[in-house]
């Protein structure tokens, strides 16, 4: 695995850039984060490196952060999401405000960048929420939870355990919407659920 690139920069063309590194040509792409704070040709740079090896290429990507890269790898462990589309993303929302995104669980803000539908974007809200906090310590983020997430995270957690208790899924989250749920917490919506059906 290469994880690390120090050299001289000989081609720039958005997303990729051509290093020198010790007059080896390394072919790499990079989200316009790190592109746009590219140094010009000629000058040197160090980035921080992801080899992607399939049947049919070898394909290198850059980031001027540990974070980004950090990033980058746990978008490309979320289904259906390839390193076309996590580069993608990283151009389009730096690291702290898409954690913000996924943690409050805004998908309209995610919609919005190129190539995330509806389904890709609550998709990354469901898959990515637990990885943010694994990597939060090492991304440096301060977990960012709003009073919406978490009256959200209180319903998801309520219909979770009615779920357990033999309900089936739509049903459980059908007897949640009925209630006026609004700043109860887990256990007070579920005795409120079970109360009422």
Avoid: W
Avoid at 57 to 79: D, P
Avoid at 154 to 164: I, Q, T, Y
């Amino acid at each position: 695995m290469i994880g690390r690139l120090r050299g001289i920069i000989l081609e720039k063309q958005a997303p990729n850039l051509v290093l020198d590194v010790h007059g080896v040509g390394y072919e790499v792409a990079a989200p316009m984060s790190t592109f746009v704070n590219l140094p010009a040709i000629n000058d040197e740079v160090s980035l921080f490196t992801h080899l992607v090896v399939r049947e049919d290429a070898q394909l290198l990507y850059g980031f001027s952060t540990i974070r980004e890269r950090l990033l980058f790898r746990s978008l490309l462990k979320v289904n259906g999401v390839g390193a076309k589309l996590a580069l993608t993303i990283l151009s389009g929302s730096d690291v702290d405000d898409f954690a913000r995104s996924v943690q409050e669980g805004d998908a309209a803000s995610l919609t919005r960048l190129p190539g995330v539908g509806k389904k890709t974007a609550e998709r990354l809200i469901i898959e990515m929420r637990d990885r943010l906090k694994e990597v939060s310590g090492a991304m440096g983020l301060k977990p960012v939870v709003s009073e919406a997430a978490k009256l959200a995270g209180a319903k998801d957690e309520a219909s979770e355990a009615l779920v357990s208790l033999g309900y089936k899924l739509v049903e459980a989250e059908k007897m949640i919407r009925s209630l006026d749920s609004d700043g109860l917490t887990t256990e007070e919506i579920i005795k409120l659920a079970l109360q009422r059906h």
